[in-house]
């Protein structure tokens, strides 16, 4: 017997813009109080948990690079929502950088909350500096793309959807078998052999070395770096309070701190930096602040 299911109501995407910003605002108030790295893994849970796994993942800036780049071309496809969720992180991050990426982003929170090797590998600076360059081309490639054949190219590169998906699909059986109004009556996974092969290269490389898509995929995490480059709130670490013990360099996550002991000069990169809150966490000194 075919069954009618409602269409998930367009008023509650403004509800999951509200939730973003909220997360975002306590994102904020962890890094400048400077609460320790857990209390910023709790956030990831909660943007995981609502974000990722009820919402699929499709609630996020990341996506909405292609769909920002038709609307320049033609501007009523796109909606109010869609350019309110690309605007807000940007936002923030002329107040505190890319601090998105430790609150809100669901592709984040899987990064962040994925298991690490305790001694992570640590890319040597040049091949860094290469592999920094590819979410420019990708971002590139982005926008030419969605202008030229209104592809969205990013989405394809996203590995972690076959996990935001099946969340999804599976908290609305839930969701659907506890209200009464029906679900499909088998466990459903989405996405291809294909998408949970590349979700496992990626899950591996996360393992030896944290957060690859953030670093070496992401193309709105570009554009977050280059506005998080004229922030009003800045990490910097004193180096008159500094020991260059090198603590803060082996814990960032995205090789944002460097420091050479011979010079005994230290330096914190805000277009690298995604406001985890590892550093100030280790530094005995507290040398790290605002």
């Not at 038709?70 to 505190?96: D, K, N, Q, W, Y």
Request: hydrophobic share 45%; net charge positive.
């Amino acid at each position: 017997v075919p069954e009618v299911y409602n269409p998930f109501p367009e008023n509650w995407f403004f509800v999951d813009l509200g939730i973003i910003a909220l997360l975002i605002l306590t994102g904020i108030y962890l890094v400048i109080r400077q609460k320790s790295a857990r209390s910023i893994s709790i956030l990831m849970i909660i943007t995981f948990v609502y974000l990722a796994f009820l919402r699929g993942g499709c609630i996020c800036p990341v996506g909405t690079t292609a769909n920002i780049t038709m609307g320049l071309i033609s501007p009523r496809e796109i909606g109010l929502f869609t350019l309110l969720v690309f605007l807000v992180p940007l936002v923030a991050a002329l107040f505190m950088g890319k601090v998105f990426c430790s609150s809100a982003c669901p592709i984040g929170a899987v990064q962040h909350l994925a298991p690490e090797r305790k001694k992570k590998i640590r890319i040597p600076d040049r091949l860094n500096k290469l592999l920094k360059t590819s979410p420019v081309i990708i971002l590139l490639l982005t926008i030419w793309l969605a202008a030229t054949k209104r592809d969205f190219f990013i989405c394809d590169l996203d590995p972690y959807k076959g996990v935001f998906y099946t969340g999804q699909s599976w908290s609305e059986q839930l969701i659907g078998f506890f209200s009464g109004r029906g679900s499909e009556g088998k466990l459903l996974i989405a996405a291809g052999l294909g998408t949970w092969i590349y979700f496992l290269i990626i899950m591996v490389a996360g393992y030896l070395f944290a957060r690859p898509f953030c670093r070496f995929i992401c193309p709105y995490g570009v554009l977050l770096g280059l506005v998080g480059m004229f922030s009003i709130k800045s990490r910097n670490i004193n180096d008159q309070s500094c020991k260059y013990c090198g603590l803060c360099e082996k814990s960032c996550p995205t090789q944002a701190i460097k420091l050479d002991r011979k010079t005994k000069q230290i330096s914190l990169s805000a277009y690298d930096c995604v406001q985890c809150n590892r550093c100030s966490d280790k530094c005995r000194q507290k040398a790290i602040n605002f």
